[in-house]
């Protein structure tokens, strides 16, 4: 038995040098694309919570000093960074900044905003009413998480709250 001689070189089984290289540069791309998308949604993730925790402090705080704008008898700005509101029974209560944080003071401090938010730029604002007309009291501060100089930007988040209120006329 003879053995045929073919003319075309023999092929073995497998992949080529260069088709392997191709594969793991492909590989290595979608690798390095699927990385960057997660770090951006997880970044972006950290963002909307930080935010989330500033807006929650602020609305509560806004929304307690508000109520106490509507149900004050006498409202007062001695100075641009404090309110004083005098309710019916004569009892005064103070609203500002202490210690970084939005507080009422009747006696002693009470928080309005949690430790790990810092309060800025507390004003106030008396507009007196005319003719029979209720006065008017503008109260705006600024609300941080975290610190812009040391923190990623993503783990900042800054917010203004602000209200102008009309205080009753009984």
Known sequence: MEQAVSSEPMREDGYTLIEVLVVITLVALIAITATRLLFTSLAGAGKASALAVVKQNGDH?????ERAIRDAR?????????LILTDGNGVD???SIVSGRVASTIA???????????????????????????DV????????LGDPSADRPSEVAVERFETRTTLRTY
């Open 61 to 65: 705080a806004i929304g307690v000093v």
């Open 74 to 82: 006498v409202a007062d700005c001695p100075a641009p960074s404090s």
């Open 93 to 95: 209560t103070t609203y």
């Open 108 to 134: 002693v401090n009470v928080f309005l905003t949690s430790d790990r938010i810092v309060a800025e730029s507390f004003s106030c604002v008396l507009t007196p009413g005319s003719s029979g007309s209720p």
């Open 137 to 144: 009291v503008f109260v705006s501060f600024q609300l941080r």
